[in-house]
């Protein structure tokens, strides 16, 4: 440029506008997002080998020095092998609109290059627990998938990416029980980073989950309480029936043969079956005689019964009858 050029050429951008490509067509340049203006990997891929998957387009973006490999809508059920090897770049990864239904083999992805935007959104995932996501991560975008909870470790991950500015998890069927009160508090804390959170709702009853109470989450219904009481109730009183049974059975089992209650619980036999006399023969002193001369020869001398009979010879003594 001619020395003190600037003097006399004034450069102007007001009626400055894009004529390619069709999406900047006639709008001014001043009006244009930096993020819009990409550039074709030719030459990168000169430089680096081809690091396009097949159906995929990708371009360069000067502004962040980001490579977006962009797989959106392919019809694809897995995720391409082929990445930008580099850590020089950032890389966004674009995959919405597919048929994703795992995280098998984003992990190498994520390993290979500078992460700094995963989209995933309108896939069949139902879950991103078993991926490590990259600490330098910015963008994640996970909505309109089947994903009906996260874990606790997910949850740290994305807690702990300090890079993270926005994560998209409305329109997945969220499961609402006590183990979302950890996912509901991640979406409160991280409020500013998660837009459209009204509409993360639970498949139960489509309520939204930032709506809800702890005890919402953890609502036990009156019925069910009283059931558990009343199991509890009845347990106890059947051990403790057990137990009282077990300790004075031989006193149940009597009163009850007494009483003529349950006799099919309660044989005869097994009540004497401890019980070394059938009988025992009380009188009084001034009767002495008459059952030494009279009861007991006669008692010694029958053979209609098979009794064993106790006869008191002292306080501490009995006498033995056989028939």
């Known amino acids: 440029m001619i020395p003190d050029a600037k003097k006399y050429i004034r450069l102007s951008s007001d009626q400055v506008f894009c004529h390619e490509p069709i999406n900047l067509k006639n709008i001014s340049l001043q009006e244009v997002d930096v993020n819009e203006l990409k550039c074709p990997l030719s030459e990168l891929s000169l430089k680096l080998g081809k690091i396009c998957p097949d159906n995929c387009s990708c371009f360069f973006r000067p502004e962040g020095n980001t490579i977006a490999v962009n797989c959106t809508a392919i019809g694809t059920d897995k995720f391409p092998e082929l990445v930008p090897a580099s850590h020089v770049f950032n890389v966004e990864l674009l995959f919405a609109g597919n048929r994703l239904r ?7 992805l994520l390993k290979m290059a500078n992460v700094t935007r995963l989209s995933l959104s309108s896939n069949k995932l139902k879950s991103i627990d078993d991926v490590v996501l990259p600490r330098g991560l910015k963008i994640l975008e996970l909505d309109n998938n089947e994903i009906s909870s996260l874990s606790n470790r997910t949850i740290g991950q994305l807690t702990s990416c300090e890079n993270l500015t926005m994560i998209t998890l409305h329109k997945n069927p969220w499961n609402c029980d006590c183990d979302a009160r950890h996912f509901k508090n991640f979406i409160r804390n991280q409020y500013r980073k998660i837009p459209n959170k009204e509409d993360i709702r639970c498949k139960e009853n489509g309520r939204s989950i930032i709506s809800l109470t702890e005890e919402d989450l953890c609502y036990i219904s ?86 064993k009979l106790c006869i008191p010879l002292s306080r501490l003594h009995c006498r033995r009858v056989y028939p």
């Open 102 to 108: 795992s995280l098998d083999g984003l992990s190498n």
């Open 222 to 307: 009156f019925t069910v309480i009283l059931t558990f009481v009343s199991l509890g109730i009845f347990g106890l009183m059947s051990g403790a029936a057990v137990a009282l049974y077990y300790i004075y059975q031989h006193e149940i089992k009597v009163w009850m043969f007494a009483h003529k209650i349950c006799l099919w619980l309660v044989a005869e036999k097994e009540l004497d079956k401890d019980k070394i006399y059938d009988a025992f023969v009380s009188f009084s002193h001034k009767d002495q005689e008459f059952v030494d001369k009279h009861l007991i020869p006669q008692l010694e001398k029958s053979n209609d019964h098979n009794y």
